[in-house]
């Protein structure tokens, strides 16, 4: 029997463009080359002691967090990457205070990047799956230079959005507005091949996801919903629940691509001031958009995540993610019905 055939990244990028034309070549460079630097930083996280890449950079990020040394790394690999090639105006990162202009002595393009360098750092110097997420907006009309505002649009305006997450495969998650699909890297060719298409989230779940040491906190919403999964078949569910909770979006987000789930972490009452604790511009919105183009639903609890409209570059937002059905469950307890 003929193996299957191998189809790259190159070669679906490729096809993608000739068939349905949403990706333009600048696009298809950047996902190229982002693709090429999650490779590099795969390759940095799975050397972990042996690279001398584990523990704290001591030193904090513009979150007021302890940067990994991996942190560092992964940042400076992505903007070295990505910031010659004439396809990006700017990038925006976690792990930067203010926005990267592409320097002067590169051509501009007409893309801006945002990413999360390594999301889950918490997890990296225990070998737990960590990932890169990442979100694409196109430069907003008018030959001016790039500033800050560029970047403060909605997330329904993506034009691209993914992560890969470092686990025990290393796998790259992309749309373009067509679809979700997966890409596992293969090591002994050093290239990403396609091994999942149409990923579909089914509307159901019996899985949820959230740190339960902060329930106490919690909003009255989010404690009647996990209650009621607590209760199981014999409480108003009628079914029983697993909990599922990695501290690494990414590996929560792909466990529920894979096989469907609710995610949440939610504004609670430790600091009322921050809507919660996830970033909208590089963690909610590119996963959120990932969902829906899967079939699921991402809101703040009151609305779409993909329509909020950002006023600060770091802003962080309140996270219900998944399966529909549940999503939909959640956000209508915090409209009091
Ligand atoms: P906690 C990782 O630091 C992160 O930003 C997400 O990837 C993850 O879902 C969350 O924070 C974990 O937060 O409070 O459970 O450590």
């Known amino acids: 029997m003929t193996p299957p055939k191998k189809i790259s990244l190159t070669r679906y990028l490729v096809e993608q463009q000739r068939i349905d034309g949403l990706i333009p070549g600048q696009l298809r460079l950047l996902l190229e080359v982002v693709a090429r630097a999650c490779k590099s930083i795969s390759h940095a996280v799975n050397k972990g002691a042996l690279g001398g890449v584990l523990g704290s950079a001591d030193s904090e990020n513009v979150q007021g967090e302890i940067q990994k040394k991996l942190d560092i790394i992964a940042n400076e690999v992505l903007i070295e990457a990505n910031e010659w090639g004439g396809h990006l105006a700017g990038m925006a990162s976690e792990e930067m205070d203010a926005i990267y202009v592409v320097p002067n002595r590169y051509p501009k393009g007409e893309y801006l990047l945002l990413f999360d360098p390594l999301d889950g750092s918490s997890n990296i110097d225990v070998n737990v799956s960590i990932g890169t997420i990442f ?14 505002g560029d970047f403060l649009q909605p997330g329904n305006r993506q034009v691209a959005a993914g992560y890969c997450v470092y686990g025990p495969q290393t796998t790259l998650v992309l749309t373009v507005g067509d679809g979700v699909v997966m890409f596992t890297l293969d090591r002994e060719q050093g290239s990403f091949v396609l091994t999942q298409e149409n990923v579909r989230i089914p509307a159901d779940t019996q899985e949820f996801a959230i740190n339960m040491s902060n329930m106490r906190h919690w909003a009255p919403p989010v404690r009647r919903y996990i209650d009621e999964c607590l209760a199981g078949k014999e409480g108003p569910r009628g079914k029983d629940f697993n909990m599922r909770w990695i501290a690494s979006m990414v590996a929560d987000v792909h466990r529920i691509l894979t096989r469907g789930g609710v995610f949440m972490y939610p504004w609670d009452q430790r600091e009322p001031n921050k809507p919660g604790k996830l970033r ?16 699921g639903a991402a809101t703040n609890g009151k609305e779409r995540i993909l329509d909020i409209q950002p006023t600060k570059l770091h802003e962080r937002v309140s996270v219900i993610l998944g399966s529909k ?8 307890y915090h409209s009091g019905l």
């Open 135 to 148: 979100s694409v907006l196109h430069m907003p009309e008018g030959d001016r230079g790039v500033d800050e």
């Open 325 to 332: 059905n549940e999503v939909e469950r959640v956000t209508s």
């Open 280 to 295: 909208l511009m590089y963690e909610a919105n590119p996963m959120a958009w990932l969902i829906e183009q899967a079939g």
